[in-house]
């Protein structure tokens, strides 16, 4: 089965409410990652969290390693931040990261 | 900073047809990758180097062949294009080998559909 799955696989929010990402992964991670993809664009790194709880700007996230799980909390939605939100984990060697197939998030006006 | 420059942006091909992506790195990484996006799944890593002419398969590298002529390229062949394949090719680079997740840096990715 999959080794990383993220949930939901869509979300559509009003501008101003908060998202709540999810993330769990069935194998130890010695890293964890949350990217954002922009529609048709590249990836771009939010933050590496691979335990306790970690915020920028309007970002938190929270991972509870033995549980093998971790959250993405946008607070006050902008329309700008949708695009498609993407956990990794980091096995151990370059060749060990795996991704989740994404949360797509679309924030409306 | 660096940027990292995939070409072309779309690619449109036949069944059966021999394509090639580029993929540019300006910032000097040792280690360059290629992934392939499927909707509904995440990237699958198919190809990746970790020097000049170095190259590593990945767990989707069935179809396809891949050439690193110099540090700062890194090409993809995708050798018999499949019918109704559509999918998004992500290149990336990282410093150096064994870098985690969070040094990886992507390019804007080239989009195939096969006819």
């Known amino acids: 089965g999959q080794q990383v799955q993220q949930s939901p696989a869509s979300l559509v929010l009003q501008e101003g409410e908060n998202a709540e990402l999810q993330c769990n992964f069935s194998?130890?991670?010695?890293?964890l990652q949350w990217f954002y993809q922009s529609p048709g664009g590249s990836l771009v790194s939010l933050l590496s969290?691979?335990?306790g709880t970690k915020h920028t700007g309007r970002l938190t996230s929270t991972t509870v390693t033995k549980e093998r799980r971790s959250s993405l909390h946008i607070s006050s939605s902008q329309t700008t931040d949708s695009g498609t939100y993407l956990c990794?984990?980091?096995?151990?060697?370059?060749?060990?990261?795996?991704f989740g197939a994404g949360t797509k998030l679309t924030i409306k006006p | 900073g660096g940027i990292i420059t995939q070409t072309p942006k779309f690619l449109i091909g036949q069944e059966g047809q021999k394509l090639t992506l580029k993929c540019q790195q300006n910032?000097?990484?040792?280690?360059m990758y290629w992934y392939r996006q499927d909707s509904g799944k995440g990237l699958r890593l198919i190809y990746y180097?970790?020097?000049?002419?170095?190259?590593q398969k990945g767990d989707l590298s069935e179809g396809y062949d891949a050439s690193r002529e110099k540090k700062s390229s890194f090409s993809l062949t995708v050798t018999s294009a499949q019918k109704n394949e559509m999918a998004v090719f992500l290149c990336?680079?990282?410093?150096?080998?064994?870098?985690?997740?969070?040094?990886?840096?992507f390019g804007s990715g080239t989009r195939l559909t096969v006819l």
């Open positions: 990336a680079s990282s410093p150096w080998t064994g870098a985690s997740a969070e040094t990886l840096y």
């Open positions: 194998s130890t991670a010695t890293q």
């Open positions: 969290n691979p335990s």
């Open positions: 990794a984990i980091d096995l151990g060697g370059n060749e060990k990261i795996t």
């Open positions: 910032f000097n990484h040792d280690t």
């Open positions: 180097s970790i020097t000049e002419n170095d190259l």
